[in-house]
């Protein structure tokens, strides 16, 4: 029997003695794959939210695929319930990164305001407003980790957060026409990737809430996968892009706004590709 510390506490990282990972339970084995094992507590650092350090973990903090589902978080809480009322930081709706992430939703309808502000400081604004989302979407998963802040109100408003930044971003860009020559004449330029990429975030959702009411198999078959990583960094730069070359001031944006259309269209293909990974493990599961 050894003690490891344990990423994908509900609450914090904490210590707690536990048998060997062959004699657990399916579900535990799933949700602790080897956070019991001695030569793996190091690499398993963050897992629950992100990895660590390196460009790996800042995507993995930013994708909203890697983030708990509620369901998932609670039922961690029913298997541990002397571990998870342990911390006082579980039982706190109001942490630093819940402050953080509540920020972003504040923010979404600012977002709408200042894209329809027809000046310089509302296309700027717009940009910085959409970056600043972005990082504290990272930030709040870092601070959740090295401060032990993680909260199961912040497991489930951290994801609808990314995704309402993310959905009002696209409809707004769909809203407004490319003020480039070469998609002038074609209005759905824009409507087609974002389509995907906003139906596969719901239907995704959907598929995570049902797969953590079921058993230990699918909620593997769901387990993140790099796609998913790659989506959110195409899916980031390519909106970037897509708000700065609005503001007049940087000159003739052809050469941009085509860069930021193609890295649209390639997060809206890596996100059909991840849900095709991902409903065959699903149909895998259930045929066995």
């Known amino acids: 029997m050894k003690r490891q510390n344990c990423p994908f506490s509900p609450s914090a990282q904490f210590s707690i003695p536990f048998p060997s990972n062959k004699n657990l339970p399916p579900f535990i084995r799933f949700v602790f794959p080897k956070c019991f094992s001695s030569s793996t507590s190091a690499n398993n650092k963050g897992?629950?939210?992100g990895s660590g350090s390196g460009s790996g973990g800042i995507l993995a903090d930013m994708d909203s695929?890697?983030?708990?589902?509620?369901?998932?978080y609670q039922q961690l809480q029913?298997?541990?319930p002397k571990s998870s009322s342990s911390s006082n930081s579980s039982s706190r709706i109001l942490t630093l990164p819940t402050v953080l992430t509540l920020g972003r939703v504040a923010?979404?309808?600012?977002?709408?305001?200042?894209?329809?502000?027809?000046?310089?400081?509302g296309r700027t604004a717009t940009t910085g407003i959409f970056i600043a989302a972005a990082i504290t979407d990272w930030l709040d998963g870092y601070i959740a980790r090295k401060m032990r802040l993680r909260s199961a109100f912040g497991a489930f408003l951290d994801p609808v957060a990314d995704k309402l930044m993310v959905a009002a971003t696209l409809v707004l860009l769909c809203s407004r026409p490319l003020n480039v020559a070469m998609f002038g004449q074609v209005p759905w330029i824009l409507i087609v990737p974002s389509t995907a990429i906003i139906g596969r975030?719901?239907?995704?959702?959907?598929?995570r809430e049902w797969a953590a009411s079921q058993n230990s198999k699918l909620l593997e078959a769901v387990a993140v996968n790099n796609l998913g990583k790659w989506k959110t960094a195409t899916q980031?730069?390519?909106?970037?892009?897509l708000l700065a070359t609005r503001d007049s001031s940087l000159g003739e944006p052809g050469i941009l706004v085509a860069s930021g259309v193609i890295l649209l269209y390639v997060s809206a293909g890596l996100s059909i590709m991840s849900l095709a990974v991902y409903m065959g493990k699903i149909w895998e599961v259930l045929l066995k």
């Open 201 to 207: 975030e719901i239907t995704m959702s959907a598929v």
């Open 107 to 121: 923010a979404v309808p600012l977002l709408i305001f200042t894209f329809y502000v027809d000046s310089w400081w």
């Open 65 to 72: 695929d890697s983030k708990a589902s509620p369901l998932m």
């Open 47 to 49: 897992a629950f939210k």
């Open 78 to 80: 029913d298997h541990h």
């Open 236 to 241: 980031m730069a390519a909106l970037t892009i």
